[in-house]
C-alpha cells in the first residue's frame, strides 16, 4: 500500500487552511492565510533544492562562503562578470522558490 509523498501531505494541509481561512476570524484567518503561504515555500524549496543550485553556481568560486570572502580580501571582483552571472544563477534559484511571482524572474531565467 502506497502512502502519500510530502508534496501531497502539503496539499492537503494547505487546501485545509484555505477552506478554515474564511471561517476563521480576521486574525486567525489572516494567520491560516500565513501558514498556507509558508507550507506553498516548503513544497517549492522540496521540490528545486535552491541550496544545491546555489551551491553547483557558485562552486568555482568556493560556494558561498568563498564567494563573499573572495570579494572581502579582494581577490575577486564585483564586476567580474563570471562571478555576477554566478551571483544572478544563485539568486534565481532562491526566488523561485521565495517569490516566483517576482516580476523580472521570468527575464533573469532567461538570461544565460
Do not use: W
Not at 492537503?12 to 515555500?41: D, M, S, Y
Amino acid at each position: 500500500m502506497s502512502h502519500p509523498s510530502a508534496r501531497q501531505l502539503l496539499e492537503a494541509v494547505q487546501l485545509f487552511l484555505k477552506e478554515a481561512e474564511a471561517a476563521l476570524p480576521q486574525r486567525l484567518g489572516f494567520h491560516a492565510k500565513v501558514a498556507g503561504n509558508v507550507l506553498a515555500i516548503v513544497a517549492r524549496e522540496l521540490e528545486a533544492d535552491p541550496d544545491s543550485a546555489e551551491q553547483a553556481a557558485l562552486s568555482a568560486f568556493g560556494g558561498a562562503a568563498g564567494a563573499c570572502a573572495g570579494l572581502r580580501e579582494g581577490s575577486l571582483s564585483p564586476a567580474d562578470p563570471a562571478l555576477l552571472a554566478a551571483l544572478t544563477r544563485a539568486a534565481v534559484a532562491r526566488l523561485d522558490v521565495d517569490n516566483p511571482r517576482y516580476p523580472t524572474l521570468a527575464r533573469l531565467k532567461e538570461q544565460p
